[in-house]
């Protein structure tokens, strides 16, 4: 006996010297002492599995730490053991073991019996998790991601490979100790006691695994079979076997397998290790950094809630950013839904095995497919993995946020709906870019362009025409939507109600709409501003999209000065820059055209450039909507009351707030505008008394810089001037919705081609339908019985404050325009879209 005990001593030291020979750990939490592990209480270290690896690493680290040894051994009363190491399951076998959990594990009953005999014993079950192969800013080798670690429990010979090619790549995580007497005193049983406890870590480790490495995957094929068994698949075959009159299960069931096979993810680990090394590269080609803040709010949230995340769409490039950018902090890159388009020869297995699901432009009129892509998607939560999606429902062209489409959305609410499984949580994500690959592109199709079919061809066209740097990426984090808080909100009562899903309560639409509305609004309160963005959105501003250097310098450090002086929300991100260093970064980013000249350097756009811009300022321009529609009233009226500005601000807010989703409630704006006020005073550009407010001598420099912040808003405030002055040329009830939407559209086209240099946003008929959404909702105009529009005093008293808002030339050039006899373009273009449609 006494030689095997020194045979087995023997081993067990030539792998600890072979271990710290080659192993390099990273410990988690980098503060072990949050931990509040008392040194004087007895430590027992709780691990997953059985393996001496594992156990002698953690050995080493506990040592290295400052905590109890688990090779000191273990004394509890009279129950002694000479590792303070637990498992939950046994050995196996050489190369792939099977996992032989312990349903009571021996070494945990001891204890228990030994404390039910001294009441004041306790022991601190320190739960400890090892990741092999954890490292990836170092993994530069498609050998060491196809052995590091996964769902897998390794055998012997697996686990010697792993240890060899990712030992320096390790990751020990240390988690707060559970009190086996707090256990103890539930009530329990001892058996019970012991199940519980096992339970509760094997819980424990299975989420962190899923945090860290990703969910268990199952084999695709078997996933796309459980799913044509669900019941409501089940009922939507039946449905189409029976819809021509004769059954024909096994062609509908064909059709529903083939649905499967076109939505369903292939995910893989390696593969996704794999897209890390290759977007590395990627991103070291086209940008020059990545910025990320705001990772420490999505953290919080991610180990007990299911994560659905909701960038704004800016780029075919924000599919891969995410997953590039969670798994390189550490975190499980999620499902993606991505548009049918995507799923093509040789691009579409590559993102499928990377997390892409496809789904159609629409559901409508087949129950079969719908059914099929709601299965798919509450089994993907159920299987516990995170979920991105677009609620733009496609790419900006305008650099703005689109209105949330509420297909997706409805879908996840009504999947937690049906079964109130752990709490999800839709975490808002502000992308920028400083260039969008797609720009020019993005122009052509504004410009009437038809918009090309993605392709293989045209990917490789693309990127053989990137030349040069695309600057930084940035992207935030922003505050987490939980969904539980969002339904309570709007039915106190949800938890008890009945939810049927074929007939969901009237709550729920309203529910989906408040919480697209909800998340667009998040995703502009952690907006990342940048320099491109705030040399675009002064430029621009200026008559000729031209100004003095040394002006130019000034305007940004006021707007910079703005920005933190009155801090549009929490999340939001401005630069650690001044305005001569954002021209000379703007500089080297080829943005902008310098003009020598005797009394100072021009800085410009050209007219081409400057169209592309507005991309960019459009990224922000809701953060300083509301500052420059003071400077826009103040301007037109140079004088005026504190409380009139107040209400006239009030009343254009709720269709500024329409077409920017800008945060703030109506009766937040007199503070806002006080705060506004404040920073103008300080700097010369307004002058102001308690009970008015008014514009400097239009001779000064400061006047010059309050007319540049005006306008940042002017082109919002021409569409609206443009659709009121419409409606009232018509008169009440003779216009359709449509009619107005095409009406508006080509007058705004005009005025970009008569007078002052639009881009085709200026003319984009979804800011025209958002802003009339807007003047429905809040009674401004109302539908009438045959569907045409009517209006009354509301509309008319709006009409006279837009005299307040635009100068005299702007006014009337668009009433010149207005007076032409549009109602042949208007049934012209009505027809056009009842083609369009058929």
């Known amino acids: 006996m006494t030689r095997w005990l020194g045979l087995d001593l023997l081993f067990a030291w030539i792998v600890k010297q072979f271990l710290?020979?080659?192993?390099?750990?990273?410990?988690?939490?980098d503060n072990i002492e949050s931990l509040n592990i008392d040194a004087e209480k007895p430590v027992c270290y709780v691990l997953k599995s059985e393996s001496l690896s594992d156990y002698l690493v953690m050995d080493r680290e506990c040592i290295a730490q400052g905590l109890p040894a688990p090779s000191s051994g273990l004394q509890v009363g009279g129950f002694q053991h000479k590792r303070a190491a637990l498992y939950l399951s046994g050995q196996g076998?050489?190369?792939?073991?099977?996992?032989?959990?312990?349903?009571?594990?021996?070494?945990l009953v001891n204890m228990i019996k030994a404390m039910e005999l001294d009441p004041t014993l306790d022991v601190q079950l320190v739960p400890v998790s090892l990741f092999w192969g954890q490292a990836p800013a170092r993994e530069n080798s498609v050998f060491k991601i196809l052995f590091s670690d996964n769902w897998r429990v390794p055998g012997l010979f697996r686990k010697l490979l792993m240890i060899m090619i990712q030992g320096r790549n390790t990751v020990v995580h240390f988690d707060e100790p559970v009190s086996l007497r707090t256990a103890m005193q539930e009530g329990l049983s001892q058996e019970r006691t012991v199940r519980?406890?096992?339970?509760?870590?094997?819980?424990?480790?299975?989420?962190?695994?899923?945090?860290?490495?990703g969910p268990d995957l199952s084999h695709r094929r078997i996933l796309v079979n459980a799913l044509l068994g669900m019941p409501n698949v089940v009922a939507a075959i039946e449905a189409e076997a029976s819809r021509s009159g004769k059954k024909n299960i096994k062609k509908a069931q064909a059709t529903a397998r083939s649905y499967a096979e076109e939505i369903a993810a292939d995910y893989s680990h390696a593969v996704i290790r794999i897209y890390y090394l290759v977007l590395t590269w990627l991103w070291n080609k086209l940008y020059n950094g990545v910025s990320v803040t705001g990772i420490d709010r999505l953290k919080k949230v991610a180990t007990n809630n299911e994560v659905i995340y909701v960038p704004c769409h800016r780029s075919h490039i924000d599919y891969l950013l995410m997953s590039y950018l969670l798994f390189r902090n550490r975190m499980v890159p999620p499902h993606i839904a991505a548009g049918v388009n995507l799923n093509m020869p040789v691009v579409g297995p590559i993102l499928r095995r990377g997390g892409a699901f496809f789904l159609r432009r629409s559901f409508k009129g087949n129950r079969l497919y719908t059914a099929v892509f709601n299965e798919y998607l509450n089994m993907t939560f159920d299987r516990g993995f995170s979920v991105e999606y677009f609620i733009e429902g496609g790419r900006s062209r305008t650099g703005r946020l689109?209105?949330?489409?509420?297909g997706m959305l409805s879908m996840t609410v009504r999947s937690f709906l049906r079964t109130q499984r752990r709490n999800f949580v839709f975490v808002p994500v502000h992308v920028s870019y400083e260039k969008v690959l797609e720009a020019g592109t993005y122009l052509g199709e504004l410009y009437g362009k038809e918009k090309q079919q993605e392709s293989i061809f045209g990917i490789l066209r693309t990127l053989r025409k990137i030349r040069g740097t695309f600057g930084q990426v940035y992207v935030n984090f922003g505050d987490p939507i939980h969904l539980n808080d969002h339904l309570t909100e709007i039915e106190p009562d949800w938890k008890k109600a009945d939810y049927n899903d074929n007939k969901p309560p009237p709550w729920v639409s309203t529910a989906v709409d408040q919480l697209g509305t909800q998340i667009i609004t998040e995703?502009?309160?952690a907006a990342v501003i940048n320099p491109i963005n705030l040399l675009s959105l002064v430029l621009l501003s200026t008559p000729k999209q031209a100004m003095d250097e040394k002006a130019l310098a000034t305007q940004l450090d006021f707007c910079l000065a703005y920005l933190r002086k009155s801090p549009y929300s929490n999340e939001v991100v401005v630069p650690e820059i001044d305005g001569n260093g954002i021209i000379a970064y703007c500089d080297t980013?080829?943005?902008y055209i310098r003009q020598k000249h005797p009394l100072g350097d021009v800085i410009r756009f050209t007219d081409e450039k400057s169209l592309l811009m507005t991309y960019y300022r459009n990224n922000i321009i809701h953060v300083f909507a509301v500052i420059s529609l003071v400077a826009c009233l103040v301007l037109n009226n140079r004088r005026l009351q504190r409380a009139v500005l107040y209400k006239q601000i009030q009343q254009l807010y709720l269709f500024l707030q329409s077409e920017l989703f800008i945060h703030w409630k109506a009766d937040d704006i007199p503070g806002v505008v006080d705060q506004c006020v404040a920073v103008l005073v300080e700097y010369g550009y307004l002058i102001a008394d308690a009970e008015e407010v008014w514009a400097p001598d239009s001779r000064t420099t400061e006047f010059m810089h309050l007319t540049i912040l005006a306008n940042t808003t002017h082109q919002t405030l021409e569409r609206f001037f443009i659709t009121v002055e419409i409606l009232i040329k018509a008169?009440?009830?003779?216009?359709?919705?449509?009619?107005?939407?095409?009406?508006?559209?080509?007058?705004?086209?005009?005025?970009?081609?008569?007078h002052t240099l639009s881009g085709p946003e200026f003319s984009d008929k979804s800011l025209f339908r958002n802003f009339i959404q807007a003047l429905i909702k809040n009674d401004i105009i109302n539908v009438g019985d045959n569907g045409n529009l009517v209006f009354g005093?509301?509309?008319?008293?709006?009409?006279?404050?837009?005299?307040?808002?635009?100068?005299?030339?702007?006014?009337q050039s668009i009433q010149q325009i207005a007076e032409m006899d549009l109602e042949k373009e208007i049934d012209e273009a009505s027809t056009n879209k009842t083609k369009e449609k058929a």
Not at 793 to 811: M, W
């Open 20 to 29: 710290y020979l080659i192993v390099r750990t990273r410990v988690q939490p």
């Open 93 to 107: 076998w050489v190369w792939q073991r099977k996992e032989m959990i312990q349903s009571q594990p021996k070494k």
């Open 196 to 213: 519980k406890l096992s339970r509760v870590f094997r819980t424990h480790f299975r989420r962190l695994r899923e945090a860290v490495i």
């Open 402 to 406: 689109l209105a949330p489409r509420p």
């Open 523 to 525: 995703i502009n309160n």
């Open 589 to 591: 980013l080829e943005v």
């Open 731 to 754: 008169g009440s009830g003779k216009l359709h919705r449509s009619q107005l939407e095409n009406a508006c559209t080509m007058l705004a086209q005009r005025m970009s081609l008569l």
């Open 793 to 811: 005093d509301p509309l008319l008293r709006s009409y006279e404050d837009a005299h307040s808002l635009l100068g005299e030339d702007t006014r």
